[in-house]
């Protein structure tokens, strides 16, 4: 028979149970502990990335590139240049001419570096108010050229002129014939520029003071009017020799000049007639803007004094309509472009053909 339970003994055990049970969840709990640390330390959540901060702009939404920065503003464009002045600021007045001294083209060349390939020049700052040939008859004169070419490209230059140079070579040995030259050089020029105005000049004569312009005027300007072969002085009123202007109007309207006076003397008068029996008149500077220098030299073989220039001036009237541009006959046979000028070399014929 069994004996009977003591008060409370189920109580007991319940506590029992309870605390066993309890040291068996703490001793799991320890060695869960104990087993993570052997791992190592649990790691920590990565934090959030951080967010950028809004552009400056919020108005803008934030998938629209900025805009493209300002393109700078060219330069306004400078205008373009005038007319030059009818009187040029450039000018220096009298000048001193000397032959005494050899000449280097290479060297003329190198001092007018705005002259271009056979002669020619514009101003850059203004628009020339004339368009100029220079023509020059020429035969066997080299040193004679490279003075003009030395003291005419600085004056030509600062009298702002657009010009070209030609130097019309005669071929052959032939009488000299200084007036059909210069017909033809009006004639040639024209085919390469669209000139107003036409400076014949000798290739032994200098301008002594740069206010004498190498232009034209509203009459024929005769421009070598006070030369040291004479004394400074006008040899006679009816002179028009050296160095003369004409308009392509001007020059058009006498029939150019006379085509037959081979050797020396007479065309220069003939010219002076034609200017006269067309109604113009002669223009000149004074007498000390006129200056110029010859440069001496004995006179040309095959340029000989022309006998009959007299006779010929008499009778310019009935002949200046048949003799002169329009009955203008040559040939060239070459044409060179030298830094400086622009020779032609010309068979012009001879006085029996």
């Known amino acids: 028979m069994k004996e009977p339970s003591l008060p409370g003994t189920s109580l007991q055990r319940a506590c029992r149970l309870l605390v066993a049970f309890c040291a068996l969840h703490l001793s799991a709990t320890l060695l869960y502990y104990l087993a993570g640390s052997a791992l ?6 990565e934090p959030p990335p951080r967010r950028s901060p809004p552009p400056a702009n919020l108005s803008l939404p934030l998938s629209r590139p900025p805009p493209p920065a300002a393109r700078p503003r060219p330069p306004p464009a400078s205008p373009p ?8 600021p450039l000018l220096v007045g009298a000048l ?3 032959f005494s001294q050899p000449v280097n083209l290479e060297e003329v060349a190198r001092i007018n570096p705005e002259v ?6 514009a101003p850059k700052d203004c628009i020339a108010l004339q368009k100029v040939a220079i023509i020059i008859p020429f035969r066997n004169r080299e040193e004679h050229l490279k003075y003009w070419l030395y003291y005419l490209h600085p004056i030509l230059q600062r009298q702002q002129l657009d010009y070209g140079v030609y130097v019309i070579n005669q071929d052959g040995e032939e009488e000299f014939n200084r007036a059909k030259l210069l017909n033809i050089g009006f004639a040639e020029a024209l085919k390469e520029y669209d000139y107003d105005c036409f400076v014949f000049s000798d290739v032994d004569l200098i301008p002594m ?3 004498n312009t190498y232009k034209c005027y509203s009459q024929p300007r005769h421009l070598s009017v006070s030369m040291d072969k004479f004394g400074f002085r006008l040899p006679y009123n009816q002179y028009f ?5 004409l308009s392509k109007e001007q020059f058009t309207k006498i029939n150019g000049f006379p085509n037959n006076y081979w050797g020396w003397g007479g065309e220069d008068d003939d010219i002076y007639n034609r200017l006269v029996f067309k109604g113009m008149g002669i223009s000149r500077p004074d007498a000390v803007i006129g200056k110029c220098r010859m440069i001496r030299h004995s006179r040309d073989r095959k340029n000989e004094p022309n006998p009959e220039r007299f006779d010929r001036i008499a009778h310019t009237r009935e002949t200046m309509s048949s003799d002169g541009l329009n009955t203008l006959s040559y ?3 070459r044409t060179d472009k030298y830094p400086l000028y622009t020779k032609i070399t010309v068979d012009i014929g001879s006085p029996n053909s």
Do not use: H, I, T, Y
Request: proline share 18%; aromatic share 2%.
């Open 40 to 45: 190592g330390p649990p790691g920590r959540p």
């Open 81 to 88: 240049p005038g007319p030059c002045p009818e009187s040029s």
């Open 116 to 121: 271009k390939e056979g002669g020619r020049f």
């Open 331 to 333: 040939k060239v046979l």
């Open 96 to 98: 001193r001419v000397e």
């Open 241 to 245: 020799g050296g160095v003369s202007a």
């Open 209 to 211: 003071d740069d206010r």
